[in-house]
């Protein structure tokens, strides 16, 4: 099953990925900027959330970095808002990768916020 990523309206519009990726799509400046990044093999949960975040949060995170309450708010929610130091906001939607498509990784479980 492909993963999908819709931009906030307006200006809509999205992305559709392969099911062993991650979909993101940046509404930014009220253009809609989507993108699929394949999920790295072998990850736990724990990481694979981790690599998720450092992608939507524009961090370097370590991949065993421990999930605080906002992580797991935007992992619930799959949205992110990023307000940058001159006041610009971008959000950002995903849709998670499909595990069972990502060898070596564990099913991921329902972020409780």
């Known amino acids: ?9 307006p200006p809509g519009g999205g992305i559709e990925c392969p099911s062993d990726s991650l979909a993101i ?6 253009e809609c900027k989507g ?7 072998g990850l736990d949960a724990v990481e694979l959330f981790n ?10 995170r370590s991949l065993s970095a421990t999930l605080s309450n906002e992580d797991q708010q935007i ?17 950002v939607g995903f849709d998670f ?3 069972d ?4 990784s564990e099913k991921l479980g329902v972020v409780e916020v």
């Open 101 to 104: 498509e990502i060898s070596g």
């Open 51 to 60: 690599w998720v975040l450092r992608i939507v949060k524009e961090d370097n």
């Open 75 to 91: 992992l619930s929610t799959k949205q992110f808002v990023k307000t940058y130091f001159d006041g610009r906001q971008v959000v």
């Open 25 to 30: 799509c940046r509404k930014e400046n009220g």
């Open 35 to 41: 993108y699929c990044r394949r999920a790295p093999s």
């Open 97 to 99: 990768p499909d595990t």
């Open 1 to 9: 099953m492909s993963r999908i990523c819709n931009c906030q309206k």
